[in-house]
């Protein structure tokens, strides 16, 4: 098998290291993913999926803690479709990431369906180093390669009575074993509010690491909430929809006095059954405080001075 070596511009240099590069490859391939045609990381190093476009980091948007390692952030994931352990590398990489396509639709004035490729060329690709804090305690620091959804919503000009935006996960039973276990409510879709969704924060990561994004992390296409629980930050996106009526989201569906829509991260407001008030971070392993709105608040806390009667920590 070709193992194709990235030019240098295709990574941000201060980032990633040739060996964080070498040592990725090897955790994937022991895990068998490469030798098995079609499969996202054989699609990758086929050249079937292109290497990102040249783009740059916006500082505007500042970690305020260490880049977790790629090897953590790319080896412990949670992705139901695939399992539900942390370890769905090997799962996750048969699925096919070529041809993507996203429809956009409902209460649209353009309804459209794109080609990922297509978006990733038509609209602003910059880099993001966000912080994801999972609602199991667990956290990462990680920079992103995408969009901001605003800039996609532009494109197909929501209609005025649009009031919520659903995001939903494909569906590949040929690849997704976790599609098996009927009792969870296929597909996984996650919602926001119209609001939310035109906040600067709310992005559509494309790739990670400055590569493509991996199968994984919810490659080719996700969308991260950096202020939510990462439950809220639905994978491997096939559609978004725009509506009048409050998406029911995957997790409310299985445990609604758990998991509810808003799901904003609050370190006072602790989860049924532990604390929020810190986090483990993935890599050093070291504990840290939890901040409210996982240290967002300037950008979002604005959108829920009027919501106060509804569940927004939880
Ligand atoms: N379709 C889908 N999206 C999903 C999930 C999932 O199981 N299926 N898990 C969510 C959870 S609980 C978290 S914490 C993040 C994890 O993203 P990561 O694996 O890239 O860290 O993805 C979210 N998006
Ligand atoms: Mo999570």
Same mark, same amino acid.
């Given at each position: 098998m070709l193992i194709?070596?990235r ?9 990633v290291t ?7 490859r090897?955790?994937?391939m022991?895990?068998?993913a490469?030798?098995?045609p079609g499969?996202a990381?054989?699609q990758q ?8 476009p040249?783009?740059q980091?916006?500082?505007r948007?500042r970690?305020e803690?260490?880049?977790?390692p790629e090897r953590e952030a790319?080896t412990y994931n949670n992705f139901y479709?695939f399992?539900t352990?942390?370890?769905i ?12 396509t ?5 209460m649209v004035a ?10 990733i060329?038509?609209?602003?690709i ?15 620091? +990680? #920079?992103?390669?995408g $969009?901001?959804?605003?800039e ?5 000009e929501p %209609?005025?009575?649009?009031r ?6 494909a ?5 997704m074993?976790g599609?098996?276990?009927?009792w969870?409510?296929w597909?996984h879709?996650?919602g926001?509010?119209?609001?939310e969704a035109?906040?600067e924060?709310?992005f559509m990561p494309v ?7 991996l199968a994984?992390?919810?490659g080719p296409?996700r969308v991260?909430?950096p202020?939510k629980?990462g439950?809220k930050?639905g994978?491997?996106?096939v559609?978004?929809t725009?509506?009048?009526?409050r998406?029911e989201?995957f997790w409310f569906?299985i445990?609604?006095s ?8 609050n ?6 059954r532990?604390?929020?008030?810190t986090?483990r971070?993935?890599?050093?392993g070291?504990? +840290? #405080?939890?901040?409210? $709105?996982n240290g967002y608040?300037?950008?979002?806390a604005?959108?829920? %001075?009027n919501l106060?009667?509804e569940?927004?920590?939880?």
């Open positions: 194709r070596r030019r240098g511009y295709e990574i941000p240099e201060s980032q040739p060996e964080h590069l070498v040592l990725n090897r955790a994937l022991g895990a068998g490469a030798l098995l499969t990381f054989a190093a086929a050249g079937v999926v292109p290497p990102l040249e783009h980091r916006n500082l948007y970690p803690r260490e880049i977790t790319t479709e399992g352990s942390k370890n590398v090997r799962e996750a990489s048969r699925m096919p990431m070529r041809p993507w996203i429809q956009v639709d409902g353009k309804p459209a369906t794109y080609g990922v490729d297509d978006l060329r038509m609209l602003p910059e880099e993001r180093i966000y912080r994801l804090r999972c609602v199991e305690a667990w956290a990462m620091t +990680v #920079p992103w390669t $969009f901001q959804l605003s996609l919503l532009k494109l197909v %209609t005025a009575n649009a919520y935006v659903s995001f939903t996960t569906q590949l039973p040929a690849v074993p599609l098996r276990q009927s969870y409510p597909p879709v996650e926001c509010t119209i609001a035109m906040n924060l709310t790739g990670m690491y400055g590569k493509p994004l994984q992390n919810g296409f991260v909430f202020w629980y439950f930050s994978k491997s996106v559609r978004i725009l509506t009048d009526r998406p989201n569906k445990q609604p758990e998991y509810g829509f808003w799901a904003n991260v370190p006072e407001v602790a989860h049924p532990w604390s929020q008030a986090e971070l993935l890599g050093s070291e504990r +840290v #405080p939890t901040r409210l $709105f608040g300037e950008f979002v604005g959108l829920y %001075t106060q009667r569940r927004l920590w939880a």
